[in-house]
């Protein structure tokens, strides 16, 4: 797969954005009325327009004239109705001369972190004032503004990591390329095998010539002679026999002549019932070596290595019959030393090898097998050498089996291998963690789908690890956390933390089996955690991706409620004339003339105001005018297809030069709310018949007490009707006890307007003569003018009452239990301070409460365990409970004992906000196990 510098999505997507900010500054223009709008970004002193309205962009403004509008705290909007008077922008270049600038108005353009940007402003040739609405209706664009260019930056970022990950593949294709190493893949399931160039350009052949590839395929190219050797090497493999397998055979070149292949390679997978589904691994051609040790048999002392004959006697005994002179360069002795005492090469076997070797002669003395092992020698130059042995045996009459054999120093080819093994394996590595993280950028998801997304790909992490089927996942996010597929917990784990926005922390925490990778030490704990670094970074940047995409749905939806919002008309006319001098294209949408209409006919507002409103309104505003700057008024008008429509008509009263008058207004279409009214009137029906079902009881009392209005649950919820509720007394229907409590909340209700007084149940007496539980919320509504009293909203809560009773009685046995428990309890809050210890610390630990309560618990951890506390009461806050490491405690007669907590997370509880530490002492079962 190859990556463009810029890819076709990124260009549509930047002419999106620049779109979007054209409609932006279109829409400043219509917001405040100002010919010009401008979008600026300012850059290393210069200044650069990204939008704009009203001005040609060849007209290049002057940035340190421009950076005078910025003003002193570019921070905070800036209004300038008339540049002219302004001392320090009068003699500013655009003011006095191109674009003559009079009314200004700047929005700072901030990024999420707080700088400073550029400016959203609109310019004038004229002074302007704006209202309050105007300017937040600006602040709310230019968060747009800011949204749209971080998301044009966070694309631009996004090609120069597609570039990254270009030049990162190109390299790994390299390396397989130089070491000339053919790979196959093959598929068990679908039959299928894949292979690269390399492979079959050891045989002569191209992938087009033996498309499609299968393993029949394959055996038609493997020698007839070598088909036993892996048939049995691949049964021992999928009988799991053997891990990783290493065998050596012959293929038929296309040419006609045999070239010798090294195939390497293991199952990578398996099914759930232990079966084989994918095999991977990588052929070598050893053609050349392999003739080599064929020239080395015929002439044997010129090679580096040994042509030998070795006897094994029945009793177990052996000896060297020949020994070619290259023993003293493979062994380190000579051929007669090595013939007369067989232990000097013997003792000198790797002592990991020589179990496996013994046991290699072994099957081949019993089974008279070609015998072929590698193995490592020690030779006393004091390096250690691969030794690659192979001969084929045969009996003697006597019993004796004799191998006439040879043996090569392959030590330059094993460490190639192994170095060809790492670089293979870290290979699969780095793609199996692209195809990981590929997935996971593809996710189609939406921010609102966070939970589904998360879940996904918690179940696609683990197939970036060598062993995914043994690799767990957990993500915490946002206080809920997700697991993969059939997840288990294990000590070899690994976290890593993104901050999405740079506030909110995503935590991977990564469960990996005991053995996990190739690489040893430093190197493998490096490599697993770059990874986990790298994969939590793809996530978080996913998940930013996603939060911004939201960030600005949700501001392209508040633009469009905006706009939505205000279905009205803009229009300035001059009363003298009668002529509407603008009308906004609105008009054509909501009443459907046209401008031109308006414009054309000085009368045509009034001839289409409908009759019976014609004379209020015109009355109403001629009266208004006189007196008042602004009054809104509210009328049918006749739309073009004769209906009537409800117009509100705010208008401005204006007065330009020479006191001449000028009406500025809005007409907004109110047909709808006009329709909302009378259902709101059907609503109050609804919404009465709602309370004279429900299950509360609502009584309406005046500031003497005495009740105005009592609802018909009242039967329901202490049985008596309406006329007999009416005429209770307050000291006849409150349990003797609860009455001064329920007179204070009145009380407290009447010092409280409008604020809900709740608490305090009391008692009252049901029409059986038993007395009822209630639970009532008094509300003051003496000035409004609906309802004009105290509205006590209660309900029975009788059976609720009985079982919080239960429950305390439960509590009580719950804390004589912790109070005569031998275990020590103790509530420890987030600052690390004692907020409770149980009652048997003296006895146990000497300390009474007061001695704890209030101190900070680490003083009397013993310094070589606070680190590791410090450690678990970390991991405490990303889980429920944890139990901890034995740690050392001081008593208070100053000697050291033992404890072993588990410790809670109970800080959301209010009745316990803190951390629940319940220890037991085992000092006792510390120094047995010392002893």
Known sequence: MGFNSKSEDSKLSDRGIDAELDSITSLVEILTGAPISLIFKVEKGSVLINSCQGIEVKDILDPLSLAEFIGDKPNEVLLVPDARKDPKLAKNPLVSSFPGIVFYIGVPLMTLDGHFWGMLCAIDHIPRELNEKTINGLNILAGQVTQLLELKKSQKDHEVTKEHLEIETSRLNNILEATHVGTYDWDMVKKEVSLNEEYLAMVGYTLSDLYPFTMDTWYELLHPEDRNISD??????????????????????????????????????????????????????????????????????????????????????????????????????????????????????????????????????????????????????????????????????????????????????????????????????????????????NLNFSWLQIVDLLQSAVNILPSAWSNPEKTFVKINFRNKEYFSSEYKASPFSLKAKYLVHDSEPLVLEV?????????????????????????????????????????????????????????????????????????????????????????????????????????????????????????????????????????????????????????????????????????????????????????????IFDTNGVQTYVSSTITKVLGY????????????????????????????????????????????????????????????????????????????ITEKVKLNDQLAQSEKRFKSLVQEGSDLTAIINEEGIYTYVSPNYPQILGYEEKDLVGEVAGKYFHPENLAKINSEFFEIASSHRIKSSPYKFRKKNGTWCWLLSVITNMLEDPAVGGFVVNSVEITDLIKAQEN
């Not at 038993?770 to 029975?796: A, H, K, Y």
Request: overall charge negative; some cysteine.
């Open 232 to 441: 049995r090497v691949l049964a021992a493999c999928f009988n799991k026999e053997i891990e990783f397998f290493s065998v050596e055979y012959r293929l038929l070149h296309k040419d006609g002549h045999e070239v010798w292949i090294n195939d390497r390679g293991k199952v990578t997978k398996w099914s759930e019932d232990g079966k084989p589904m994918r095999m991977s691994g990588t052929h070598t051609d050893i053609t050349k070596r392999r003739n080599n040790e064929i020239q080395f048999q015929t002439v044997s002392d010129n090679i580096p290595g040994v042509v030998y004959r070795y006897k094994r006697f029945p009793d177990g005994g052996d000896i060297f019959e020949l020994v070619s002179n290259g023993a003293i360069r493979l062994w380190g002795f000579t051929a007669d030393e090595v013939i007369e005492n067989s232990s000097l090469v013997g003792e000198r076997c790797h002592q990991d090898d020589v179990q496996a070797l013994m046991e290699s002669i072994d099957k081949s003395a019993t089974e008279l097998s070609y015998w072929m092992r590698e193995y490592r020698y020690n030779h006393p130059d004091g390096t250690i050498r691969w030794h690659r042995g192979a001969g084929s045996p045969h009996k003697l009459e006597d019993g004796c089996v004799v191998w006439d054999a040879v043996i090569l120093d392959v030590t330059k080819r094993k460490q190639a291998e192994e170095e060809l093994e790492k670089t293979l394996i870290s290979l699969q590595n780095r793609i199996k963690e692209q195809d990981c993280i590929y997935k996971i950028s």
């Open 721 to 796: 009707t309406e006329e007999e509720a009416y005429n209770l007394k307050l000291s006849e229907s409150v349990h003797p006890e609860d009455l001064e409590m329920a007179l204070d909340k009145f009380k407290r209700a009447l010092a409280s307007e409008g604020v809900p007084i709740e608490g305090n149940v009391t008692r009252s007496k049901h029409k059986d003569g038993s007395w009822r539980w209630m639970e009532s919320t008094i509300t003051n509504f003496l000035n409004d003018p609906n309802i004009g009293g105290i509205v006590d909203n209660f309900r029975d």
């Open 511 to 699: 469960n990996l089996p005991e053995k996990l990778s190739s690489l040893d030490g430093e190197g493998k704990q490096n490599y697993e955690t770059r990874l986990i670094n790298s994969l939590v970074y793809h996530l978080g940047t996913r998940l930013d991706q996603l939060c911004s995409q939201e960030a600005l749905r949700v501001s392209n939806g508040k633009i469009n409620s905006l706009i939505e919002s205000i279905p009205g008309v803009f229009w300035e006319s001059k009363p003298k004339s009668g002529k509407v001098s603008y009308i906004s294209p609105q008009v054509k949408e909501i009443l459907g003339y046209s401008v031109e209409e308006w414009q054309q006919d000085p009368d045509f507002w009034q001839e289409h105001i409908y009759k019976a409103d014609k004379e209020y309104v015109l009355q109403l505003i001629s009266d208004k005018s006189l007196s008042n700057n602004e009054f809104t008024v509210e009328y049918r008008f006749l739309d073009r297809k004769g209906d009537l429509i409800w117009i509100s008509d705010l208008i401005k009263v204006v007065k330009g030069e020479e006191d001449e008058v000028m009406y500025k207004g809005l007409m907004v279409d109110i047909t709808k709310r006009k329709a909302a009214e009378i259902a709101l009137k059907e609503n109050e029906k609804r919404f009465k018949a709602l309370i004279e079902n429900g299950r509360d009881a609502i009584a």
